[in-house]
């Protein structure tokens, strides 16, 4: 019974902690934040010459990957070959998870 009462109170002890972080760093965030029209001003030339070219290729990235995604729903079932399983890292943390 030891050995459990000290795990959870191990786990309580974590718990706080990483809600004493969270905490920390959401004011650090606050504190330091900056505003976009600060940040524009402040970069360089090169960047907000070609910010626009390299956020432009976000919207025909998403809409290649959902005719992709169509194709495979549609086609391959009626094929009947096997559905592709693509990893996706979540950036925050590096797992990578299946869809």
């Not at 309580?12 to 029209?37: F, I, P, S, T």
């Not at 290729?57 to 194709?71: C, K, N, Q, R, Y």
Request: include cysteine; hydrophobic fraction near 45%; aromatic fraction near 10%.
């Amino acid at each position: 019974m030891g050995r459990v009462t000290a795990a959870v109170e191990r786990r309580e002890r974590q718990l706080r902690r990483r809600a004493l972080d969270n905490a920390m760093l959401r004011e650090y965030h606050r504190r330091y934040r900056e505003g976009l029209w600060r940040y524009m001003l402040g970069g360089s030339v090169a960047t907000m010459i070609t910010a626009p070219v390299v956020y432009s290729l976000l919207l025909p990235f998403v809409v290649l990957d959902g005719w992709v995604s169509a194709f495979e729903a549609i086609c391959f079932r009626a094929w009947r070959i096997r559905r592709v399983k693509r990893p996706i890292t979540l950036p925050s943390t590096g797992i990578a998870c299946r869809i």
